[in-house]
């Protein structure tokens, strides 16, 4: 494990903007408690996910509306601006996953967030060797928990389903995690959450 992610250490000073590194002290209930545009206030005896979000018609990600009756995997797949992390995805074990009961947080990089990669960063890990470095890579983009906007709160630390640690900040209106914008928030799929970022998010060196 302690060298799982070498590989991408190259990469990190390109992406530095990207990332900035969780500390070590938990800090769940810190913040201010600031809200995100759109968002809605977390209800937990709302008896759907309709209802916690507010709108019956879901949210529109690249053109393509996203759905509360969908999966995470079945959403992923419905909106052309998430189609290099749903590729990225079925290259892996998290597709059966994001199909199956959750419930799960994604938050998911854009396909101009993959595209701000340096060039040929993810060949490697899309090669059936590489599988084991993509899915931890994915993973620290997923929390094993369902997460509205309004849930989160500045200076929060969660534990990804890969293990590490991601940080949230609030300010004002904008929602960020390790440094990256949300740029769309409070995607509910039938078996979770998404959260649309600008950047992708790369794990720490143990």
């Not at 529109?60 to 509306?65: F, K, R, S």
């Not at 994001?98 to 060949?123: K, Q, R, V």
């Not at 470095?133 to 534990?159: C, F, N, V």
């Amino acid at each position: 494990m302690r060298n799982r992610f070498l590989p991408l250490l190259a990469l990190l000073p390109l992406l530095a903007a990207c990332n900035s590194q969780p500390v070590e002290t938990e800090n769940a209930e810190a913040g201010t408690g600031a809200t995100v545009a759109d968002s809605t206030a977390y209800d937990p005896d709302a008896s759907s996910d309709s209802l916690r979000m507010g709108k019956s018609g879901g949210v529109e990600v690249g053109g393509a509306a996203l759905t509360p009756d969908k999966t995470l995997a079945a959403n992923l797949d419905a909106s052309p601006e998430l189609s290099q992390l749903r590729l990225a995805v079925q290259r892996t074990d998290l597709a059966a996953k994001l199909d199956g009961e959750g419930p799960y947080t994604i938050f998911a990089p854009s396909n101009a967030a993959f595209g701000n990669l340096p060039y040929g960063a993810m060949a490697g890990l899309t090669k059936p060797e590489g599988k084991e470095k993509l899915t931890g890579l994915l993973g620290y983009h997923i929390l094993p928990s369902r997460l509205l906007a309004l849930d989160l709160r500045d200076g929060q630390e969660l534990t990804t389903l890969e293990g590490h640690k991601i940080k949230i900040g609030v300010h004002g209106d904008q929602l960020t995690v390790n440094g990256a914008n949300v740029k769309t928030s409070d995607v509910v799929s039938k078996n979770g959450i998404i959260h649309v970022i600008d950047k992708v998010l790369l794990p720490p060196n143990d």
